[in-house]
């Protein structure tokens, strides 16, 4: 079945000069595992295709469940310079929350935790 990231994840972002910084962080370890397995490098860009113009890095956090990814060129120079609506990235790890993920319907209850 299809879910949004939102049911398995909770996430931060903000910026890091012209840069999106964008953390994932899964609420169980079966959660980490299927957000290693699916959330690629790949995956990311094509869902920030409209604002990721540069590279997008993949960083893993295992002690943490979480992954975080760092969205170059995706600013509009960054904080004062930017006239884009969220210079600072900000809503990007909501955005990121909207991506819908394939999971076997038996898994997800233990996908979610206690939330």
Not at 44 to 66: C, D, S, W
Request: charged residues 25%.
């Amino acid at each position: 079945m299809k879910v949004q990231l939102s049911t398995i994840a909770y996430a931060r972002s903000g910026d890091k000069g012209d840069g999106s910084n964008v953390g994932i962080a899964a609420y169980t370890q079966e959660g980490y595992e299927l957000l290693r397995r699916e959330l690629t490098v790949e995956r990311v860009k094509q869902h920030f295709a409209a604002i990721a113009r540069g590279n997008v890095t993949r960083y893993e956090a295992p002690n943490l469940l979480a992954l975080n990814f760092l969205l170059s060129d995706s600013l509009g120079g960054g904080g004062s310079e930017s006239l884009k609506t969220d210079a600072q990235g900000k809503t990007h790890g909501i955005g990121l929350l909207r991506m819908e993920l394939d999971v076997p319907s038996d898994l997800l209850p233990k996908l979610r935790g206690n939330g």
